[in-house]
């Protein structure tokens, strides 16, 4: 999509306005507070682990919904949001000896998105790849019965992916929030209750 149209969608775009709005960075707050409405794991959670975090849109939402919740926070990109609850790395997780941190998590979110070649078959391929790498650790960084929740872009190895999180997890399920455009092939896996 060239430069033109997508500010011409984005100006029309009812999420973008709502955002606007609100003071939310990003219209993708609007599908957090889907995501949440429906399975509620943010009232719940203590520490939450975000990754792919810029520009702050899921950060604004967790620290809405619960004001005592505790984020960590990884980007390669600077944050247009601060608040005193988050505590904000800008590294690549994957590199990032996560030892460090010292905490085990309630809540896994990840938005991560690779840079896209327009090749939707490749860019599937790249997202599912970081996914995977993210699922190797969980066992580091995850506390017992703890959520993981990610974007994927539909494809061929998602069903790889929910086999190896169903025997991680004991629910994994498909979640397509309304504030997702149509046309786009991005899906949320949620995955509750770690086992492993």
Not at 64 to 78: C, E, G, R, S, T
Not at 87 to 92: G, S
């Amino acid at each position: 999509m060239r430069s033109k149209e997508w500010l011409a969608r984005q100006k029309r775009d009812v999420y973008t306005i709502k955002a606007k709005n609100k003071g939310y960075v990003s219209r993708a707050s609007y599908k957090l507070i889907e995501i949440d409405k429906k399975f509620k794991f943010i009232s719940s959670s203590k520490k939450i682990l975000e990754l792919g975090s810029a520009p702050g849109g899921w950060s604004q939402v967790i620290i809405d919904l619960n004001k005592n919740i505790k984020v960590h926070a990884f980007d390669l990109l600077d944050m247009k949001f601060n608040h005193p609850n988050l505590i904000f790395y800008k590294e690549d997780f994957i590199k990032y000896d996560y030892k460090k941190l010292k905490d085990k998590f309630d809540l896994i979110l990840c938005d991560i998105a690779p840079n896209t070649t327009g090749h939707q078959s490749t860019d599937h391929l790249k997202i599912s790849s970081l996914i995977e790498e993210i699922i190797l650790i969980l066992e580091k960084i995850s506390l017992p019965s703890s959520s993981f929740v990610f974007k994927i872009w539909k494809g061929s190895e998602e069903y790889r992916i929910i086999n190896l999180l169903k025997k991680m997890y004991n629910k994994v399920s498909y979640f397509k929030p309304k504030s997702s455009r149509s046309e786009s092939s991005e899906i949320f896996i949620v995955a509750q209750e770690y086992i492993k």
